[in-house]
Antibody, heavy 123, light 109 residues
Framework: QVQLVESGGGVVQPGRSLRLSCVASGFTFSNYGMHWVRQAPGKGLEWEAVIWYDGSNKYYADSVKGRFTISRDNSKNTLYLQMNSLRAEDTAVYYC????????????????WGQGTTVTVSS | ETVLTQSPGSLSLSPGERATLSCRASQSVSSNYLAWYQQKPGQAPRLLIYGASSRATGIPDRFSGSGSGTDFTLTISRLEPEDFAVYYCQQYGTSPMYTFGQGTKVEVK
């Protein structure tokens, strides 16, 4: 079945780095744009980054621009998020999500989500 | 940057009642680029509506979306027990950006 599985979360000290992974299965990963979306404890959803299906374009929220890098390896069906200079406010559950793109001028939304991986930034 | 403001913050209703959730944008948004998601505790979000009014695959017809410009609405015609959850609107904007509203919690009265 169509599935996304995140990993790589954990407890990390402020200023350190962490790399998250998201492995896709059940669909042709290289056909889809992919996102990272996070959710701080008890808070709402916050979009962080998107990467085009072929990795040619990447865009970031202002809150992580310059610190986080999204990438993908289509040969491994894997999406990554390299997180540097981590701050306490980066503490959240991080979800990867599949983007259906724009079809006939309609944005189709994020239709498949992983279960999330938890990142805690604390000294 | 467009800000999406959802209201009310929470809604207390009984099963069988109608729920009306609002999403207001700080500037005009193309209705083609507005989506709604449902999230239950401990679960990932689920896509409900895209293009402001089109239901995603497998979404029951008691869920409907409408609106244009700066005002959008998600309506649940008759609440089922499984519909009590948090709902988020989201827009695809220039740059591109994928902004979410802060969410509306629909809880059991």
């Amino acid at each position: 079945q169509v599935q996304l599985v995140e990993s790589g979360g954990g407890v990390v000290q402020p200023g350190r780095s962490l790399r998250l992974s998201c492995v896709a299965s059940g669909f042709t990963f290289s056909n889809y744009g992919m996102h990272w979306v996070r959710q701080a404890p008890g808070k709402g959803l916050e979009w962080e980054a998107v990467i085009w299906y072929d990795g040619s374009n990447k865009y970031y929220a202002d809150s992580v621009k310059g610190r986080f890098t999204i990438s993908r390896d289509n040969s491994k069906n894997t999406l990554y998020l390299q997180m540097n200079s981590l701050r306490a406010e980066d503490t959240a559950v991080y979800y990867c999500a599949r983007d259906l793109g724009i079809v006939a001028n309609y944005y189709q939304g994020m239709d498949v989500w992983g279960q999330g991986t938890t990142v805690t930034v604390s000294s | 940057e467009t800000v999406l403001t959802q209201s009310p913050g929470s809604l207390s209703l009984s099963p069988g009642e109608r729920a009306t959730l609002s999403c207001r944008a700080s500037q005009s948004v193309s209705s083609n680029y507005l989506a709604w998601y449902q999230q239950k505790p401990g679960q990932a979000p689920r896509l409900l509506i895209y293009g402001a009014s089109s239901r995603a695959t497998g979404i029951p017809d008691r869920f409907s979306g409408s609106g244009s410009g700066t005002d959008f609405t998600l309506t649940i015609s008759r609440l089922e027990p499984e519909d009590f959850a948090v709902y988020y609107c989201q827009q695809y904007g220039t740059s591109p950006m994928y902004t979410f509203g802060q969410g509306t919690k629909v809880e059991v009265k």
